[in-house]
């Protein structure tokens, strides 16, 4: 597994500004959690389901690709930091998320 992290500066408070992923050795996402400017956090896949959002095409194998502007940055980090970040995700409401779907 390799864990991903896209930071996009922006005002736009119905986009992501940090989305953290999981990825499999096919390059493919398994597991993905986003944080808002609101302070909002979404989590998909695994035990938080929603599978349907999840990347559908291969990560990139250069991560630069992925940085379509000058204000997107990603890299790589740790597992243990994409842990954290998935449990702190387990540990919000969900009730919000199944709103939507």
């Known amino acids: 597994m390799e864990y991903i992290l896209i930071e996009r500066i922006h005002d736009e408070v119905d986009e992501p500004n940090k989305i ?17 400017p609101s302070g ?6 695994e035990e938080h389901g929603h599978d349907e959002v999840l ?6 194998a250069d991560l630069h690709e992925l940085e ?4 997107t940055r ?16 387990a540990e919000s409401p969900d ?3 199944n709103m939507f779907f």
């Open 55 to 60: 990347q559908q095409t291969p990560f990139p």
């Open 20 to 36: 953290y992923s999981e990825i499999d050795r096919d390059r493919m996402e398994t597991r993905r959690v986003e944080f808002y």
């Open 74 to 89: 990603a890299r790589t980090v740790p597992r243990s930091i994409f842990r954290e970040v998935w449990e702190h995700a």
């Open 95 to 97: 009730s919000l998320m």
């Open 40 to 45: 909002l956090c979404f989590a998909y896949g």
């Open 68 to 71: 379509t502007d000058e204000d």
